[in-house]
């Protein structure tokens, strides 16, 4: 990748009010001074996604050196069990 495109993608875009994306990616910021309406509100903040069709996720949270990749099928909203997918993980590898 070009030097700096990772940082401009885990950047929020202009038009992201709630800070929700960045250059092709999801971010989880959240709005300002509103922890509680981040995406995924348990995980932390420099965790940056991706969104696939019903379900599909890949998740990387920089700071703690991992990414979880959630190849499910999921008919309905798949967000909470996401959530606690990586939050489990986070918690085995003591990273959390």
Known sequence: LPE???AR???PAPAARARQFGAHLWLNLGPE???LLRTFPTLPTDLVHL???EGQYVLVVPSAGVVVARLG????SARAGVEQLVRSVLDALGRG
């Open 9 to 11: 993608m885990s950047r």
């Open 51 to 53: 969104s696939g069709y």
């Open 33 to 35: 001074g509103s922890p």
């Open 73 to 76: 099928v999921s008919k309905g």
């Open 4 to 6: 700096g495109w990772v």
